[in-house]
Structures are given as C-alpha cells and as structure tokens.
C-alpha cells in the first residue's frame, strides 16, 4: 500500500507577533488549521515575554526572539525544555527574519522592522507587509531588494491590502488614481482650537479599527494616511499627483482604483484586520475567514468627504516628502517618530507634531539619497535628533 503523502506545512515566521497585527495574524493562522497546516519557524515580540512564550508553545515555533536583550533570560528560562530556541535583541531579529519560511509576516511597528524584514527579502520569502514604515523610508531599497529576492510583496495595511485585490495586474498602465480612504479617526469634526487641547488618551480610541497605540494616534493626526500615500507610491509605484485620500467615515470601503475608462473598482467589507492579514496568507487563493459579513440593509449610506489639509496638514507633508524623494521619507517617519513620542510622553500639544516634522523635513532638505539600509537608519537617527532639537527651541 502506498502511504497518503501529507502535504507539506506552509511555513510562516511572524515579526512581531504579540501586537495587534502578529495576534490577529495568529487567529487567522488557528482558524485557517493551526498547527496541522501551518509551521512557524520564528515569532518576535518585546516586552510582553508571557505572551510571547505562550504563543511560541501553541504554535511550537523553532525560534522565540524579544527585541530587549534584558529580556533574555526571562525568555531562555520560560522555554527550558520546549525545544524551543530563545534569542534577543537586534541580531536575533535579524536571525528571526533568515529562518528559512515560505512567507514571513511583517508586524513589527516602526523602523526596527526594516533589518529583519529585509533579512527575509533577500532570503526570498513572500512577504506579508504590515509594517509600512519599511516603505515609508527605505521605499526603493525594499522594492528593489523584493525583485532581487524574488519573493511575493503582498500589503497587509488594509487600504493597500483592498488596492492589491482590485487592482488588474495586466491593467496597471490603465490605473489613473488610486483613492486611499481614510476614516479621518476622532477628530475629524474637530476645529483647530479643539485638537490643539486633546490628549493621548483621546488620540488613541479609534472610532472603527482596534489597532496599536502608535497607529491609532497616527490615524487621528492622519500621519498614519501620510505614510500610506508614500507606501502606496512605492508598492503601486503611481506618481504622488496619482494618489488621493478621501475621508469615509464609515471605513467600509478600503480603498479603490480608478481606471482611465472612467471605472473605479473598490474593495468593501468590515473593518477586520483579519480580512486584509488572512488575503495576504491565503494568496493567491481566498478563503474562509472568521470575519463579519456586510449587511448593507443595516449599513444604508456611505458618507465621503475631501479631507482638510489645514486640521491635517501631514498629507501635504506626505506630498513634499514623495517630490522630494531620498531619504525624505524615512527623515518624515523618524521627525513623527520622535514627535509621537513627545506627544504621548505630555511633552508637546496634539498640532505640535505637524510642525515639528516640517521643520525637521526643510532641515534637512539636502536632495540625499538612499545607496543601502544604514543609510536610512542614518537619516532616521539625525531626522530624530534634529525633531527633538526643534522642540528644544520652540519649548
Ligand atoms: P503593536 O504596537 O500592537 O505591535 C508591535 C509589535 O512590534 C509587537 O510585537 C512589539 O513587541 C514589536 N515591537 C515594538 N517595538 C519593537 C522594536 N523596537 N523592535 C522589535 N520589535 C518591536 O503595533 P501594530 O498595531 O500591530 O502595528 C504593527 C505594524 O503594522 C505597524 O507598522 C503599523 O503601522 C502596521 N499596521 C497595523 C494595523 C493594525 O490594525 N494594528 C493596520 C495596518 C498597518
Ligand atoms: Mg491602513
């Protein structure tokens, strides 16, 4: 008799595992046929190390990695006896992302996911993209590394995810515009004089997705659809005057591409990240997922409007940075980086943080460009320095 021959497990490692990306990532993994279907070869995580171990047992992954090398023991001990391999801090990371698997899922928040994402790319793994700060400041490096690699670019931020699914590959010198939505977050009714008093605490309750902190706030000062525009210019690869951002309050449509027939196809559906992560693993098949169904009886309308760059100025600063090109992108992320930081540390006001970045972007205006990653991390640094520079001034 000849034995059934098992279909061989899709190998996945997850960047960032226990955030709000890595853990909905797991759910769909689990609903999808956990542990029978799927083998894990690396999870990364940082500080919540129980959370971490538990989800390097469940799934039995090879490699458990935290980004704190004080966190290292902590890890080695909890894991004594699994099998499981314990690592930590940057090179470990890195490690995380060479382990050999069939599509890694970037999910690590800010630019510490570049190095190991990029460790994956050249590793010629598909790539499930979350982590858009990789595109936002190293855009053509990473494009380039993904076609040298060979491996797949599949988006994961939903709005990129929904283009991805409506966007005809044999089309792509037809596509016109492409129409990021944006749900314009908290304060999209407010007026200036009441988001200059709101706090972190305000800034971070998202009316429609559950996502990180840092992303929540990004989408109430709408850096986060800033950093979209530049990552949507370098996976569509579209020019900055055909990208435009439309406020959907409702976040039912993720986003949609206009055709030069005057056509504009659109993806719909609940907001669930599990939606955009469980297309991105399932590619190019679709299959069942545990998310919601659209009732459009109960949902009834659809609302857009144009956004306001006056409340919002970091869509222009998005469009600045896209003209300017180099090292503009990851010099926009790192001055919002540190300004975020200041805003939720209660050092500077919710308006502030546009204007910091501006300053910090005319700063450094030097017409630089990217040759390799430790010139990104680089701009990232100095873009930092000179942020906190700025505040120091204007304090
Ligand atoms: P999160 O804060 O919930 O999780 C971040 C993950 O990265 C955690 O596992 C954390 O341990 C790890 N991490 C944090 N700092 C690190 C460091 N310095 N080095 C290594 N690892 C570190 O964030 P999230 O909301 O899951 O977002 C992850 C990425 O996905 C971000 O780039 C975000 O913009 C993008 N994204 C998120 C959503 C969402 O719904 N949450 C939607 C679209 C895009
Ligand atoms: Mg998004």
């Known amino acids: 008799m000849i034995n059934p021959v098992r279909p061989a497990k899709r190998r996945i490692s997850i960047l960032g595992s226990t955030g709000s990306i890595g853990r ?37 992954a090879g490699f458990a990695v935290t980004a704190d090398p004080e966190r290292y023991n902590d890890l080695k001990s909890a894991l004594a006896g699994t099998g499981i391999e314990a690592g930590a801090g940057p090179a470990a990371l890195i490690e995380a992302g060479l382990r050999d698997t069939d599509l890694l899922l970037a999910g690590i928040v800010g630019i510490a996911g570049l190095a190991p994402t990029l460790a994956a790319v050249a590793g010629g793994a598909d790539i499930a993209l979350a982590n858009k700060e990789c595109l936002v400041s190293a855009g053509d490096l990473f494009t380039s590394a993904m076609a040298k690699g060979g491996g797949k670019l599949l988006p994961v931020d939903s709005e990129h995810n929904a283009i991805f699914q409506v966007l005809e590959e044999n089309q792509r010198q037809a596509v016109e515009r492409i129409i990021l939505t944006a749900s314009g977050g908290p304060f999209r009714d407010h007026t200036r004089e009441q988001m200059a008093a709101v706090t972190p605490e305000l800034a971070a309750a998202h009316p429609n997705w559950s996502m990180g902190v840092k992303i929540s706030i990004d989408s109430a000062s709408m850096f986060n659809k800033a950093l979209e525009m530049i990552e949507a210019r370098h996976l569509f690869d579209v020019r900055p005057d055909q990208i435009e951002v439309i406020i959907h309050p409702q976040s039912i449509i993720h986003s949609m591409v ?7 196809l659109a993806q719909l559906g609940v907001p669930d990240m599990r939606h955009a992560i469980g297309y991105a693993i399932s590619h190019p098949r679709r299959r069942n997922l545990p998310v919601e169904r659209l009732d459009f009886a109960k949902l009834a309308r659809l609302d857009f409007t144009a956004p306001d760059e006056i409340r919002f100025p970091s869509l222009a600063l998005a469009r600045t940075a896209m003209q300017r090109g180099g090292l503009q992108g990851a010099i926009l992320n790192g001055a919002k980086e540190a300004a975020l930081e200041a805003f939720i540390a209660g050092q500077i006001g919710f308006l502030d943080m546009a204007d910091i970045v501006a300053a910090t972007m005319d700063r450094l205006d030097d017409g630089r460009a990217a040759h390799s990653i430790e010139d990104v991390y680089a701009a990232d640094r100095e873009a930092r320095a000179v942020a906190v520079a700025v505040m120091r001034e204007s304090a």
């Open 24 to 60: 909905n990532t797991l759910d769909v993994m689990s609903h999808l046929g956990d542990r029978e279907a799927f083998e894990v070869p690396a999870i990364t995580g940082k500080d919540n190390i129980d959370l971490l171990v538990r989800q390097a047992r469940q799934t039995g």
């Open 258 to 264: 206009g055709y030069c027939d005057g056509s504009v």
